[in-house]
């Protein structure tokens, strides 16, 4: 109890909706919210089967093939990212390490998850913002939206995904996603925002129509800044799959949620280390990429 | 490059154009119509007035300068042109048609088709190579690589630029920039030609050379080039016409020698004083008749050169006077070396007329 220091009531204690108020007001929307979802929850399933059987094929594909086969498939994706030895050395270590700890099938099971989140969230990211970039109010209305999906910590949201979609891998790929993609979003937005104007000056003084300026100019020349982009939305996937696996998603956040509730401090840290491994590997490889596409800044005069 | 008559070409008139800058343009056009001045525009409704009042004919097949200060609107007239700013009133007429009331698809055609700009800042494409740059119009237009590479290697090689097809800009020095710029223009094959301080950012000895590639290329091809300045020196170098234009208003049209022996104000007199008059002025301009029963001087000076080369070549035979004559070869009267003095010293006043 407040000591008031003289003051009335009312300017004390916060004057709170009552504890009645504030149940009914919960029961009724949780319940209508999942009324909603009972009502229309075949729609739902159809709209989501793609998206299982996508990351279900993909995982197959992962967990099956010989490691060989994967290794090799990484380090020729690594090449064709990087065109480093470094990386490549480094990747063939941290791969092998992962596999020597047994860890192999969930990294796998990750990869998959990882990949197919990173896709759709580009698939959403980039017209996202190439629309914001477009059109000042659509920037307006968006910016908000993605504050919020960034700083609202994510158990919250994975409990409207849950009631939606269920338990399982296609609830979890959707928090993920939900969770990787404002990076996307933003960065192609300012990446287009970004391209000198000058040269969308000549552009429209030569007569590009806007799906040519889009193609030719603006998208080309923001390419750097939307692969940075693309960086930020693998990395945030990795980290948020150890929260997902809260609601069913397998691999190696699985294994550290475990740890986390059997203090089992070496799985722990393997599978988390196991994370930074790829997190690293896809890092260097993306930012390389990033780097080798603004070759044409190169070293001259001026 | 086919030649085109000139009989057949039109030029750019430009009729009472107006443009105010601002959220609400269209509340004002009829006060600034009817007088109000930009200052009050600006002190009261917070709007600001770009360009007042301008007409203006832009002869085909020549080079028409536009020159003014900074803030002047000079870069706003040139953008009207090509309908990259649209006017709060007026029209632009060319062949006719007026820019000004063109649909989005009919200006974009016309910019492909009719209009080429070269700018300040070169605005290449970093990310492509020279070659790709100088295609840009064409592929623009959608004319294959196999047809537009060709075209864009001959302007490569006629802005001197062989050798460096591959290169991006950012390898290039400014200068050879802007040649991109210029060759990425007339790849474009547009009957005009806008140059927004097009040679502004290069450094002086640079700038003569691109001055000199300019007008070379225009004695082959004679488009019609609207070119901006802010430097009296290039607009006097590059003009068949110069217009003169302060604080969104046009302050004297005419050629550079009208210019600068008939100033028609204060502070177009100012403007021209330090100019270099030697350069400026043609000969037949202080040609005297001859007095009956004169004899012709030995020497002969063509009618059309600056007084600099005429003051040269007479040094040069040791002649006090000379004969001056046109084109043809025909007299047309005598030149001494005090009149050439007197031009070349005399700073201009503003005319009576």
Redesign the interface.
């Known amino acids: 109890m407040a000591s008031c220091w003289g003051l009335p009531e009312l300017l004390c204690e916060f004057p709170s909706l009552s504890n009645g108020t504030l149940r009914g007001m919960r029961k009724s929307i949780d319940t209508g919210f999942r009324d909603l979802v009972r009502t229309y929850s075949d729609a739902i399933d159809a709209a989501t089967a793609p998206l299982q059987i996508f990351l279900n094929t993909l995982e197959d594909i992962f967990t099956e093939a010989p490691w060989v086969v994967i290794l090799l498939l990484l380090l020729a994706i690594v090449w064709a990212g990087s065109r480093k030895w470094q990386t490549m050395v480094g990747t063939t270590i941290a791969m092998g390490l992962i596999g020597v700890f047994g860890l192999w099938e969930d990294t796998m099971i990750t990869l998959a998850m990882v990949t197919v989140a990173t896709l759709v969230a580009i698939l959403i990211g980039l017209p996202l913002g190439i629309l914001m970039a477009r059109s000042d109010r659509f920037q307006a209305f968006l910016t908000p939206v993605l504050d919020v999906m960034q700083t609202l910590p994510s158990f919250v949201y994975l409990i409207p995904v849950v009631v939606i979609f269920g338990i399982g891998k296609v609830p979890g790929l959707i928090a993920v996603v939900i969770y990787a993609v404002p990076p996307m979003i933003r960065l192609t937005n300012l990446g287009i925002r970004l391209v000198?104007r000058?040269?969308i000056?000549?552009?429209?003084?030569?007569?590009?129509?806007p799906r040519?300026k889009l193609w030719?100019?603006q998208l080309?020349?923001s390419l750097p800044t939307i692969m940075t982009g693309v960086n930020q939305t693998i990395m945030m996937s990795l980290s948020m799959v150890v929260v997902a696996s809260m609601v069913g998603v397998g691999g190696l956040g699985k294994n550290v949620l475990q740890a986390i509730t059997n203090q089992y401090f070496t799985v722990g840290f393997l599978n988390g280390f196991a994370l930074v491994a790829i997190a690293i590997i896809f890092d260097r490889t993306s930012q390389a990429f990033g780097k080798r596409l603004q070759k044409?800044?190169?070293?001259?005069?001026? | 490059m086919t030649e085109t008559t000139d009989i057949a070409r039109s030029g750019i008139q430009i009729r009472n154009l107006y443009k105010i800058f601002g959220p609400h343009p269209e509340r004002y056009i009829d006060a600034v119509k009817k007088g109000m001045t930009k200052e009050e525009l600006n002190d009261r409704h917070n709007h600001v007035l770009g360009l007042q009042n301008i007409s203006l004919d832009l002869e085909p097949g020549q080079i028409s300068v536009i020159m003014g200060l900074s803030g002047s609107g000079k870069s706003t007239l040139i953008r009207h042109i090509n309908g990259l700013i649209a006017p709060t009133a007026g029209e632009i007429l060319y062949e006719g048609q007026d820019v000004v009331s063109m649909s989005a698809e009919q200006l974009r055609e016309f910019r492909r088709t009719k209009t080429a700009m070269v700018f300040q800042k070169f605005a290449l494409l970093p990310h492509r190579t020279v070659l790709e740059n100088t295609c840009y119009g064409l592929d623009i237009r959608g004319v294959p690589r196999t047809e537009s590479e060709p075209i864009a290697r001959k302007w490569i090689d006629r802005v001197g630029l062989s050798g460096f097809e591959d290169n991006y800009p950012a390898q290039l020095s400014g200068g050879m920039q802007q040649r991109v710029g210029l060759a990425r223009a007339l790849a474009n094959d547009a009957d005009i030609l806008l140059m927004d301080e097009a040679f502004s950012a290069l450094d002086p000895l640079i700038r003569m050379d691109m001055q000199k590639v300019l007008l070379d290329l225009q004695d082959e091809l004679h488009k019609t080039i609207i070119f901006i300045t802010h430097d009296l020196d290039e607009a006097l170098r590059l003009g068949d016409s110069i217009a003169i234009l302060r604080d969104g208003a046009l302050e004297q049209v005419g050629s550079g020698q009208d210019i600068v022996l008939r100033p028609a104000n204060d502070y177009i007199a100012e403007f021209v004083r330090e100019v270099n008059r030697g350069r400026v002025i043609h000969a037949d301009r202080l040609a005297r008749p001859m007095a009956e029963g004169e004899t012709p001087p030995e020497l002969r000076v063509e009618g059309r050169k600056v007084l600099e080369l005429v003051a040269r070549e007479m040094t040069a035979a040791g002649a006090q006077s000379a004969q001056v004559v046109d084109r043809k070869g025909t007299p047309i009267g005598v030149i001494d070396t005090a009149a050439i003095m007197a031009a070349m010293v005399t700073p201009a006043t503003v005319s009576s007329s």
Do not use: I, K, M, R
């Open positions: 000198d000058e040269v000056e000549a552009a429209d003084a030569f007569g590009a129509n040519q030719g100019v080309p020349l044409h800044q190169g070293v001259g005069h001026d």
